[in-house]
């Protein structure tokens, strides 16, 4: 009986072992609700707002020994103000060290920057809902069948995701400033 | 004592009535394509040969105004659809980019202006307060810290007051559930401006003026194709687009910069609009009025 519970105990552990190394491997892609929710009729169409010649990153990287060091980036992509919970975080939160052409997820799974929402997600759980059910960002295409997205970071700056405020077009005219064709007033 | 004479008291007056009208139509310069236009039936009694003559008409009408190429359509409402909209207050930054996205896919005369989308200023600490709303707002950013932003269209009502006072029908709620006009059928009364409590109805006071390379070719009778002088007009969700083949969205979902407009057909459970009325704090604008619109605000934040 002592030995029968001994060798399910050790099974079990070596289960447990096998399931947590499986996951934690880094390469195998994440299913979501979103994926077996995923209608063929949702697309998107957008891709990543990448700035000119900078994909994929390990042209540059590959070259480069990760410095894994918190630090103010002076002669490259200074130009990245960071304004995202800045205190709490940095470029290799969300940026691969060791694949410098994904992003990854806070438990090591790497991911292609297409599939960007999943990474905001982790924080923004209640708006990838919404954003999921056509709720939040802008859907467009046909209101019946294709439906077209814009990633989170087509219109969130992933460094600095607050909107910033717009020029407004002009005013309405006043009914007092309206003209008919001979220039009278109305 | 009653006489036997050829010539009733009836049919004179027939006669007579017709000589003059005939009469009075010669003498404003009616002939031709405008003669037919006058004399065109309402839109819901042509049968489908007419419709087709009469589309054909308006093509021609636009290309020798405009000279340009346009296809005018009279696509019906399409079954187990009723469409529903839904605006995000709490989105809106006010930057009235679907005003004009509006005017240009609507063909809306530029001079006079003319539109179909009024976005209201109003004072964050007032809530909706109709009397301290401001359209005319001119600052150099949006949004204000201390503003929200109200827009107002058609609200494409199940009971609308506006079909109800209209003294000759010519403007009625369709199966899909948008109010149309039929702008050759209207006599520019304007009873349907002063029912609608929205201010959501307009009128041609002047010819309106499109500039040609500015004019959406892709038209529908009771859309966007370019009114006369002396008709009313108002949002139709963008008839021409919605109900067209590719089935887009409005055009005002399309250029909003900050996606706070949504739209979709009400009796799909999937839609986004049926999310928003299960999820979202939405309100209906006027409620007490029991104008039953289909247009619905919501606080997504």
Redesign the interface.
């Known amino acids: 009986m002592n030995n029968y519970f001994k060798s399910s105990f050790v099974i079990l552990s070596a289960l447990i072992f096998f399931s947590c190394s499986k996951s934690g491997k880094s390469e195998e892609t994440i299913k979501t609700n979103y994926e077996s929710n995923k209608d063929s009729n949702l697309i998107a169409v957008a891709s990543p707002p990448f700035s000119e010649f900078i994909f994929p990153c390990s042209r540059c990287h590959k070259n480069i020994e990760p410095n894994h060091k918190r630090r103010e980036l002076v002669w490259a992509h200074d130009n990245i103000k960071l304004e995202h919970d800045e205190k709490n975080r940095w470029c290799l939160d969300c940026h691969d060290a060791n694949n410098r052409d994904k992003l990854h997820l806070a438990d090591g799974r790497l991911l292609d920057f297409t599939e960007s929402y999943k990474l905001c997600g982790q924080c923004h759980g209640p708006t990838l809902r919404?954003w999921l059910?056509?709720?939040?960002?802008?859907?467009?295409?046909?209101?019946?069948?294709q439906k077209q997205y814009l990633l989170c970071v087509n219109?969130h700056n992933p460094h600095s995701p607050r909107?910033k405020?717009?020029?407004?077009?002009?005013?309405?005219?006043?009914p007092s400033e309206?003209?008919?064709?001979n220039g009278i007033r109305? | 004592m009653k006489k036997n004479t050829d010539l009733t008291r009836r049919e004179f007056i027939k006669g007579a009535a017709g000589i003059a009208g005939a009469t009075v139509l010669a003498s404003c310069g009616l002939s031709g394509d405008a003669l037919e236009a006058f004399l065109q039936k309402h839109f819901k009694e042509l049968s489908n040969d007419e419709k087709a003559e009469i589309l054909k008409r308006i093509e021609d009408e636009c290309k020798a105004k405009y000279g340009k190429e346009v296809a005018v359509v009279g696509t019906p409402a399409e079954e187990g659809?009723l469409f529903a909209y839904a605006l995000d207050i709490s989105r809106c930054?006010?930057?009235?980019?679907c005003?004009?996205g509006c005017c240009e896919e609507n063909n809306q005369s530029r001079?006079?202006?003319i539109?179909w989308i009024?976005v209201l200023e109003m004072d964050k600490s007032e809530g909706v307060n109709l009397e301290k709303a401001n359209?005319?707002?001119?600052?150099?950013?949006?949004?204000q810290p201390d503003k929200f932003y109200f827009p107002v269209a058609c609200q494409q009502c199940e009971n609308p007051p506006c079909v109800k006072v209209c003294p000759v029908k010519a403007t009625w709620k369709e199966p899909d559930g948008i109010v149309v006009v039929d702008y050759n059928w209207c006599i520019g009364c304007r009873c349907c401006i002063t029912a609608c409590p929205y201010g959501a109805r307009h009128f041609n006071?002047?010819?309106p003026?499109i500039p040609t390379d500015e004019l959406n070719p892709s038209m529908h009778y009771l859309g966007n194709r370019p009114r006369m002088k002396g008709c009313v007009e108002k949002c139709t969700f963008c008839i021409q687009r919605?109900r067209g083949e590719?089935?887009?969205?409005p055009k005002c979902?399309?250029v909003?910069?900050?996606?706070a407009r949504?739209?979709?057909?009400l009796l799909?459970p999937s839609?986004?609009i049926r999310?928003?009325l299960a999820?979202?704090r939405v309100f209906i604008f006027k409620e007490e009025l029991n104008t039953r619109p289909k247009f619905f605000y919501y606080y997504?934040l």
Request: aromatic share 12%; glycine share 10%; net charge positive.
């Open positions: 919404n059910a056509g709720e939040h960002g802008k859907r467009t295409g046909s209101w019946k069948g219109c909107f405020p717009l020029e407004p077009l002009p005013r309405p005219m006043k309206l003209r008919d064709t109305l | 659809v930054i006010g930057c009235r980019r005003v004009y001079d006079p202006q539109h009024t359209s005319y707002y001119e600052v150099d950013k949006v949004p006071w002047a010819e003026k919605t590719e089935k887009k969205y979902v399309e909003c910069p900050v996606g949504k739209f979709g057909n799909d839609s986004e999310y928003i999820n979202k997504g």
